[in-house]
């Protein structure tokens, strides 16, 4: 081994335990990049408990209403966006947890019939109360 080896590995070992700037600064961009991808994650579950109790306080709201009102159908709507809003609340968490892409259609058409559903029932409703005469 020569002078010129050792000096090779000396400069070797000193470069892992003393990184220069440009090491030193690649390392503080992967540290950086991991901190923003976790913080994104947790950003992303937090937004999807807050989109879940949307969904659970919206459906408690109609189906209370409704039940007082005594109105079945729309009762059963306020159920359904509880149901609803609990799949997809576990689903999107599995996906998250797991990095799994988010390209479901069960993201796309999920709300779609919803807002159909949510029509219908009010239809329903509205043609109901056509039969009722009101006096002013």
Request: net charge neutral; with cysteine; glycine share 2%.
């Given at each position: 081994?020569?002078?010129?080896?050792?000096?090779?590995?000396?400069?070797?070992?000193?470069?892992?335990?003393?990184?220069?700037?440009?090491?030193?600064?690649?390392?503080?961009?992967?540290?950086?990049?991991?901190?923003?991808?976790?913080?994104?994650?947790?950003?992303?579950?937090?937004?999807?408990?807050?989109?879940?109790?949307?969904?659970?306080?919206?459906?408690?709201?109609?189906?209370?209403?409704?039940?007082?009102?005594?109105?079945?159908?729309?009762?059963?709507?306020?159920?359904l966006l509880i149901v609803y809003?609990?799949?997809?609340?576990?689903?999107?968490?599995?996906?998250?947890?797991?990095?799994?892409?988010?390209?479901?259609?069960?993201?796309?058409?999920?709300?779609?019939?919803?807002t159909i559903l949510i029509i219908?029932?009010?239809v329903i409703e509205t043609e109901?109360?056509?039969?009722?005469?009101?006096?002013?």
């Amino acid at each position: 081994m020569t002078s010129y080896d050792i000096h090779k590995i000396d400069n070797q070992l000193h470069h892992i335990y003393h990184p220069n700037s440009e090491t030193k600064l690649a390392m503080d961009r992967t540290i950086l990049s991991e901190d923003r991808t976790r913080i994104a994650m947790d950003d992303f579950k937090l937004s999807n408990l807050n989109t879940f109790m949307a969904y659970m306080r919206t459906g408690l709201a109609i189906a209370v209403i409704a039940f007082t009102f005594n109105k079945f159908w729309i009762c059963i709507l306020g159920l359904l966006l509880i149901v609803y809003g609990t799949i997809e609340f576990y689903y999107t968490d599995y996906i998250v947890t797991n990095n799994l892409p988010l390209t479901s259609k069960y993201f796309y058409y999920g709300p779609v019939l919803l807002t159909i559903l949510i029509i219908i029932v009010f239809v329903i409703e509205t043609e109901e109360l056509k039969h009722y005469k009101f006096k002013f």
